[in-house]
C-alpha cells in the first residue's frame, strides 16, 4: 500500500534553519515526481518545490525561492526540504505529494511555526 510520511515540523526562529523529511513506500519512488506544499491558517494549500523523478529539475515557488532547497534520495526513498531565512510567514503545515502512474499520493502534514 502507498504510503508518504512527513517529519521535522516543530518551532524555529525567524532567521534560523530546519529541515523536512518525506519517506515514501509502496510505489517506485524513482520514477515519481515529488514535491512540497504548504497550507497557512485560513489559506489555500499551495505548492511551494517540486523535484522531477529522472533529472532531479527543481521548482520554488517565488515566496521560498533562494532560501529553501528541494532534494531527493532515490536510495532511501526520501525527499527533503531544506528551509532557511525562515520567517514568520513560513509557518503553516507541510504537505509532501508524490504522483506515480497518475495517482496521487498525500503525506498527512506536519506543522511547522515561525516564531520568537
Known amino acids: 500500500q502507498e504510503h508518504i510520511v512527513e517529519s521535522g515540523g516543530g518551532l524555529a526562529q525567524p532567521g534560523g534553519s530546519l529541515t523536512l523529511s518525506c519517506v515514501a513506500s509502496?510505489?517506485?519512488?524513482?520514477?515519481?515526481?515529488m514535491s512540497w506544499y504548504r497550507q497557512a491558517p485560513g489559506k489555500e494549500r499551495i505548492l511551494i518545490a517540486s523535484?522531477?523523478?529522472?533529472?532531479?529539475?527543481?521548482y520554488y515557488h517565488d515566496s521560498v525561492k533562494g532560501r529553501f532547497t528541494i532534494s531527493r534520495d532515490n536510495t532511501r526513498n526520501m525527499v527533503t526540504l531544506q528551509m532557511n531565512s525562515l520567517k514568520p510567514e513560513d509557518t503553516a503545515v507541510y504537505y509532501c505529494?508524490?504522483?506515480?502512474?497518475?495517482?496521487?499520493?498525500w503525506g498527512q502534514g506536519t506543522q511547522f511555526t515561525v516564531s520568537t
Open positions: 505529494k508524490g504522483i506515480w502512474r497518475q495517482n496521487t499520493y
Open positions: 509502496g510505489f517506485d519512488f524513482s520514477l515519481a515526481p
Open positions: 523535484i522531477t523523478s529522472t533529472f532531479g529539475n527543481t
